[in-house]
């Protein structure tokens, strides 16, 4: 009764013009390029999009993607560059993502307009609406204003999880894993598991944690709009999440050591998912054994 209820809701919105300022809002893109519209009203329309799309509309969904062909084919703007302006929103947040000169509050934005981006798209396809998955996959368009959103999506997919493995460090000292985490070391021959480096200050917990929610929304994002025109590229896309995957793994081991030392064998444990219990436990025993002053990494 509460989906219907909201559903309801969502349908007397788009009766009074919900999905028209939406694909204005969208389409308006294309010719702004003012921060003020890009990064605070265009994120407030695709957030009133998710609640105007979510919930399963399928009503709501069916009837953006018919208001968007509809004016593609009077060449109606700015409704009609839609598409258009969600792949320049796109390749907007691809850029930023990739800047080196970007200022916290500026990354801020970008994680946050990509968070909404995603939710938005997802919202247009959840539950498995094939019409929309195949309209954002560009498979029904013979417009030049029709293009393919998911490949778009799959890029900037891939630079996040470019960017999220080559920001964290892991631990380089070998005295390390030869004396104090023998185990792991040696429990994978010739390929080796790594420590993450949480005494490293390049491995802030809190930019760790927020590009993995960012990653979470992502890929469910892609997995709600995947469909036969565009599973391969999704695929591809998905393949090289393998190396977020392991640090994720890495961020939740938890292991123990048996330590030879002069006063007999002691416990150490490490826990990957805490950095406060792995940094107190990795500065006292190499400290304990001579190897703190030698850590290239300390």
């Given amino acids: 009764k509460e989906t219907e209820r909201i559903n309801s809701l969502q349908c ?11 694909a ?31 919930w ?21 703007p700015p409704e009609c560059n839609c598409l258009l302006g969600l792949r320049k929103i796109i390749h907007k947040c691809n850029l930023d993502l990739e800047s080196k000169g970007l200022t916290p509050s500026d990354q801020l934005k970008v994680f946050s307009t990509m968070k909404l981006l995603y939710e938005f798209l997802g919202a247009m396809c959840k539950g498995a609406n094939s019409k929309a998955q195949q309209y954002l996959s560009g498979s ?10 998911a490949d778009e999506l799959c890029l900037l997919t891939k630079t996040l999880y ?13 005295s390390f894993y030869e004396r104090l985490a023998p185990s792991i070391w040696e429990s994978f021959g010739p390929k080796k598991r790594r420590f993450v480096a949480w005494h490293d200050p390049v491995n802030d ?10 990653i979470t929304t992502g890929n469910e994002c892609l997995m709600n709009i995947c469909c ?8 591809a896309a998905l393949q090289e999440c393998m190396p977020v ?8 081991i938890s292991c123990e050591n048996v330590i030879h030392g002069k006063m007999g064998k002691r416990k150490i444990i490490w826990d990957g998912g805490n950095p406060l219990s792995f940094l107190d436990n990795y500065v006292r025993e190499s400290n304990t054994m001579g190897l703190f002053q030698n850590d290239p990494d300390a």
């Fill in 24 to 54: 204005k809002t969208l389409g308006r893109v294309v010719d702004h390029d003012f921060d003020d519209f890009f990064w605070y009203f265009v994120p407030l329309s695709m957030h009133f999009g998710v609640q105007l799309l979510g």
């Fill in 205 to 214: 917990i809190t930019v760790i944690c927020t590009y993995l929610r960012l």
């Fill in 12 to 22: 007397t919105v788009s009766s009074f013009g919900g999905l028209e300022f939406l």
């Fill in 56 to 76: 399963r509309n399928k009503i709501g969904q069916d009837g953006f993607i018919d208001l968007i062909d509809a004016c593609i084919a009077m060449n109606k």
């Fill in 228 to 235: 036969r025109f565009s599973d391969l590229a999704i695929a």
């Fill in 140 to 149: 029904d368009g013979k417009s030049k204003l029709a293009v393919s959103i």
């Fill in 162 to 174: 470019a960017q999220f493995s080559a920001r964290v460090r892991f631990v380089q000292y070998h």
């Fill in 245 to 252: 995957l392991e640090i994720s793994s890495l961020i939740n």
